[in-house]
């Protein structure tokens, strides 16, 4: 009986197993898990073919451990940013054939070292932790290990696991050992899912690289011997992709391009060595937004310039000169109600060169966290407000656009910041970008991307692009066939 029972259920999960459904682990430490703000764009069009098993419950959006949905970011938890596992997912499904799924597992801990994510890993040992790091670890039970093969042993019932992404390292820098321990670890989740080397290579990601600025950079020298340890891993570069200010977190592009990265060594695994990646490497057409009726502006007849420090404001040139780490702009002995606009748009007249932040505040406390964006020496930051984040010591939690106290400009100070406008709406601004008339009409031989930065096509002469505004040879180009 007991053995008709076995093959009953067998039979079950053999029916229920889709072999177009295809799954990927993804482990790591913060760079996985996502340290960027989540933008606009990240949530548009995400396919319907791009599925994520929540590791953990979520409140926002609405996820039960263990099972699927679309994967709309944030994917590790709720309270996490954009990571490269985002536009991995999107590149796979572009690639392949329209009954092919693909599915992702994140399983990913900011601070974590190698050992913290080793089936053998003693929890015991987190006592002399930091009370943030305990906390992410308490969210899978201080044994990450076990979460990700408990859900991976699920998923592969449903899908065919295809391979597994890591993202770790900083925590190990100049860890010598770093590549048997991931050897470890690699093999422990081959065994206890019954899993072939062959079948399921392992892809890790260096880290912000030293000529970026990253404090970890050496230790791509050390990631880089990984496919000497285990010969179905393949490296995927970090070459060129900037950091966010801190030395070791990649900026919202970087991440997107990241991920691309991630898909396209996925792919050439399988053969598709010329793959379609609609996130450009190259960094995406900036619009020039305008506020319409109904949006909120901030006048800046009431632009404070001495927030914290005693700094200057031209208002003739529109001109903003913060003392050292000053910080200027508009503040409300009662808090303003921004919950009602999708967007907050803050746009320099000229690129900065003095690491200026925009900022804004739902506590009345100048010293409490806020929501924080760099400009990292461009003119445009467009945020979400539903969505928009703030980065705790315990992790990345949604700020309350219901009470703002405070938004501005934060900068290390003495250098001016020319300021163009501040402006809540409910209009997307790279979306406002399609009614600008083209600076070109040329038919251009160049790549030509869409106003997200995507690759539509090799040029526009040879493509059936349909009619908008596009990116050629650095012009904006109308397509009106």
């Known amino acids: 009986m007991a053995v008709l029972a076995a093959m009953c259920l067998s039979s079950l999960m053999a029916v229920a197993q889709d072999s177009n459904f295809h799954i990927y682990l993804c482990i790591g430490q913060s760079n996985m898990e996502g340290n960027a703000a989540i933008e606009p764009i990240d949530r548009k069009d995400v396919p319907s ?70 089936k053998d890993f003693d929890a015991s040992t987190l006592a002399g932790e930091a009370d943030w790091f305990q906390a992410y670890m308490r969210e899978y039970d ?7 093969i408990e859900c991976a042993k699920k998923a592969s019932t449903q899908g065919v696991i295809k391979g597994i992404l890591l993202h770790q390292g900083e925590s190990d820098n100049g860890n010598k ?45 050390i990631i880089n011997t ?88 031209d208002s003739v040139e529109s001109v903003f000169t913060a003392g050292q780490y000053g910080f200027g702009g508009w503040e409300y002995d009662t808090p303003i109600d921004l919950s009602g606009y999708k967007y907050l748009v803050a746009e320099l007249s000229q690129e900065e060169s003095n690491g200026v932040e925009f900022r804004v505040f739902d506590q009345a406390s100048y010293w ?44 290390y100070g003495f250098k001016p910041i020319h300021i163009k406008q501040v402006f809540a709406t409910n209009i997307d601004p790279f979306a406002a970008v399609i009614g600008v008339a083209a600076d070109s009409t040329d038919g251009a031989e160049s790549v030509v991307y869409d106003i997200l930065g995507r690759k539509v096509a090799d040029s526009i002469s040879a493509s059936s692009l349909v009619p908008g505004i596009y990116v050629s040879a650095g012009k904006k180009i109308r397509v009106s066939r």
């Open 49 to 118: 073919r791009f599925k994520v098993m929540a590791t953990v419950d979520f409140a926002s959006p609405p996820r039960v451990k263990g099972e699927w949905s679309t994967a709309v970011p944030p994917l590790v938890r709720q309270s996490t940013g954009l990571t490269p596992i985002d536009y991995f997912g999107r590149t796979m499904v572009a690639n392949l054939s329209d009954d092919i799924k693909i599915g992702v597992i994140p399983v990913a801990i900011g601070g974590c070292a190698i050992r913290h994510l080793d």
């Open 142 to 148: 201080n044994a990450p290990y076990q979460r990700l």
């Open 177 to 221: 050992e770093w590549p048997v321990m991931v050897q470890k670890i690699y093999e422990d989740i081959l065994s206890d899912l019954n899993l072939e080397a062959s079948d399921v290579p392992l892809l890790a990601g260096e880290v912000v690289t030293s000529a970026q600025g990253g404090y970890c950079g050496g230790m791509n020298a």
């Open 226 to 313: 990984l496919p000497q340890v285990i010969p179905s891993a393949r490296v995927v570069s970090a070459a060129n992709l900037a950091q966010k200010g801190d030395g070791l977190h990649f900026t919202p592009h970087a991440y997107r391009v990241l991920g691309c990265r991630y898909a396209t060594v996925m792919l050439e695994y399988y053969g598709i060595s010329d793959p379609k990646v609609d996130y450009s490497e190259e960094i995406p057409f900036v619009p020039t937004p305008n506020p319409t009726e109904g949006d909120f502006v901030f006048d800046f007849k009431y632009f404070n310039p001495s927030i914290w420090e005693t700094g200057t404001y």
């Open 368 to 411: 409490e966290t806020p929501y924080s964006a760099k400009f990292n020496g461009g003119k445009l930051i467009v945020a979400e407000l539903d969505g928009m984040m703030k980065n705790l010591s315990t992790g990345m939690v949604p700020l309350n656009t219901g009470t703002v106290y405070r938004v501005g400009f934060w900068a």
